[in-house]
């Protein structure tokens, strides 16, 4: 079974105080992995989407890298309009092929 | 461009009551997704249709959910009757081309209580 793990649940930083979300996923084949964006009462907002082992990309603070078993969203001077929470999602070859979401990273970032 | 459009934004209602929620997918997508937001299950699909046709359905919990797409620009997620255990948060997503490689756009989605 397909599976998407997120770590840590919630994450507190202090505003410019760099760290990194983990998304592990467990899948026969990956088509693809996505983060998305989610704020309160708001439904995901789309940031990246990952193809192979060994890509990244960027948006301002965010970075995204992926390898073949796992993504990090690494957050780089963080503030506070950073704060939501953080879904990554995996595309799996094979089967259904719908996307598998995890339970996302709820960040809090303190002025 | 406005985006996913999804009505009401909230709805309460009481168990054995008909709830039918709507959405209006972004002009020109061909793919609109159905999706239950829970803090135990997370974001799961219910349905995903492509060009109006129902294509996987696998994720719909039980016969009292159907959701039909009429035509492009409209679809609608009914349950009947309705239980407390439907209580959740539910997103309209669309896409551009077919299936599910393509970035969604996700609705504001509709939070649904059942009492």
């Known amino acids: 079974e397909d599976q998407v793990t997120q770590s840590p649940e919630a994450l507190r930083l202090q505003e410019g105080e760099s760290s990194s979300l983990n998304c592990s996923y467990t899948?026969?084949?990956?088509?693809?992995l996505f983060w998305y964006r989610q704020d309160p009462g708001k439904g995901p907002e789309f940031l990246f989407t990952?193809?192979?082992a060994g890509e990244e990309k960027e948006k301002e603070r965010l970075k995204a890298t992926l390898t073949k078993k796992e993504s990090f969203l690494h957050i780089t001077a963080p503030k506070p309009e950073d704060s939501a929470t953080y879904l990554c999602?995996?595309?799996?070859?094979?089967?259904?092929?719908?996307?598998?979401f995890g339970k996302g990273t709820k960040l809090t970032v303190n002025p | 461009d406005a985006g996913v459009i999804q009505s009401p934004r909230h709805e309460v209602t009481e168990m054995g009551q008909e709830v039918t929620l709507r959405c209006k997918p972004i002009?020109?997508?061909?793919?609109l997704f159905w999706y239950r937001q829970t803090m135990m299950r997370g974001l799961e699909l219910l349905i995903y249709?492509?060009?109006?046709?129902?294509?996987?359905d696998s994720g719909m919990p039980e016969d009292r959910f159907s959701a039909k797409m009429p035509n492009a620009s409209f679809s609608t997620l009914k349950i009947q009757p309705s239980e407390p255990r439907d209580s959740a948060v539910y997103f309209c997503?669309?896409?551009?081309?077919?299936?599910?490689?393509?970035?969604?756009?996700f609705g504001p989605g509709t939070r649904l209580t059942v009492l």
């Open positions: 999602a995996v595309h799996p070859a094979g089967g259904s092929e719908k996307l598998v």
């Open positions: 002009s020109g997508h061909n793919s």
């Open positions: 990952l193809y192979s």
């Open positions: 249709f492509n060009n109006n046709v129902p294509i996987d």
């Open positions: 997503a669309s896409s551009l081309v077919t299936g599910y490689t393509d970035t969604q756009y």
């Open positions: 899948v026969s084949g990956l088509r693809g």
